[in-house]
C-alpha cells in the first residue's frame, strides 16, 4: 500500500547483534503495530502506539523495544537478536481503534538470524 | 483470551467455482475484519465487518455477531484468489488493543 512502507525488506543478521526495523506511513493515522508472522503461530502483536510517544506492549514484546517520536513513524529494536526472532515483520496503521476502520499492512520485512 | 478458527485450514477450487469460508469467535467483539494474503506475502484488508452485510465485486462478507460468526463468500473465483484469508477481531470487553487472528485458510484456485 502506498501509504505505508517498511524498511528494510529483507535482513539477515547475526546473533547478539542489534536490529531496528522502520514503518513510515504517510495517513496521519494515529495508530501503528507491529506484528510477525511464523508458521504454525500465525500473526502475533508484539508492541503497538497509540500515539507520538504512547506505546504499549502486544503479546510477544519480550526482546522488543519500540520508538515513536514522530506521528509518521515507528520503530521497532530487536536489542539483541535472536534465531528465536527470524520471522516476517509487518507493520499495520488504524485512524481509530474500534468503528469504522480497518488495518492496513505494510509489505513486510523478512528478517533471518543466523 | 478470545479464540478464533477458522474453517476449512485448506480448500482447492476449480477456477469459475464459489465458496463459503468461516470465521467463529469465542466471545463478543468490536472490530472484525477479513484480510487476503497473496502468494507474495502481502496483505490485504478485504472487509471491516463487526456486523452486517457488505459486498465488493466478487467478494461479499456477512457477520452474525450474536452468533459469533463471519462468513465470506467468493463467487466466480479466478487464480488471483490463491492465497491465504485470515479473518481477525478484537474483543469488545477489556479494552485490549490486540486484534487477534485465526490461522486462515489457504485457498488454492487452479486454472
Known amino acids: 500500500d502506498a501509504g505505508i512502507t517498511q524498511s528494510p525488506r529483507h535482513k539477515v543478521t547475526e546473533t547478539g547483534t542489534p536490529v531496528t526495523l522502520r514503518c513510515h506511513q504517510t495517513e496521519n493515522h494515529r495508530y501503528m503495530y507491529w506484528y510477525r508472522q511464523d508458521p504454525g503461530h500465525g500473526l502475533r502483536l508484539i508492541h503497538y502506539?497509540?500515539?507520538?510517544?504512547?506505546?504499549d506492549k502486544g503479546e510477544v514484546s519480550d526482546g522488543y523495544s519500540v520508538s515513536r517520536s514522530k506521528t509518521e513513524d515507528f520503530l521497532l529494536t530487536l536489542e539483541s537478536a535472536t534465531s528465536s526472532q527470524t520471522s516476517v515483520y509487518f507493520c499495520a496503521i488504524s485512524e481509530s481503534t474500534g468503528f469504522n476502520y480497518g488495518y492496513t499492512f505494510g509489505s513486510g520485512t523478512r528478517l533471518t538470524v543466523v | 483470551g478470545i479464540q478464533v478458527e477458522q474453517s476449512p485450514p485448506d480448500l482447492i477450487l476449480q477456477e469459475g467455482a464459489n465458496s463459503t469460508l468461516r470465521c467463529n469467535f469465542s466471545?463478543?467483539?468490536?472490530?472484525l475484519q477479513w484480510f487476503h494474503q497473496n502468494p507474495w506475502g502481502q496483505l490485504i484488508n478485504l472487509f471491516y465487518i463487526p456486523s452486517g452485510t457488505k459486498q465488493n465485486g466478487r467478494l461479499s462478507a456477512t457477520t452474525v455477531a450474536t452468533e459469533r460468526y463471519s462468513l465470506l463468500y467468493i463467487s466466480s473465483s479466478q487464480t488471483t484468489d490463491s492465497g491465504v484469508y485470515f479473518c481477525?477481531?478484537?474483543?469488545?470487553?477489556?479494552?485490549?488493543?490486540?486484534?487477534?487472528f485465526g490461522k486462515g485458510t489457504k485457498l488454492t484456485v487452479n486454472p
Open positions: 502506539s497509540y500515539g507520538v510517544k504512547d506505546t
Open positions: 466471545d463478543s467483539v468490536n472490530n
Open positions: 481477525a477481531v478484537k474483543p469488545a470487553q477489556g479494552g485490549s488493543e490486540k486484534l487477534v
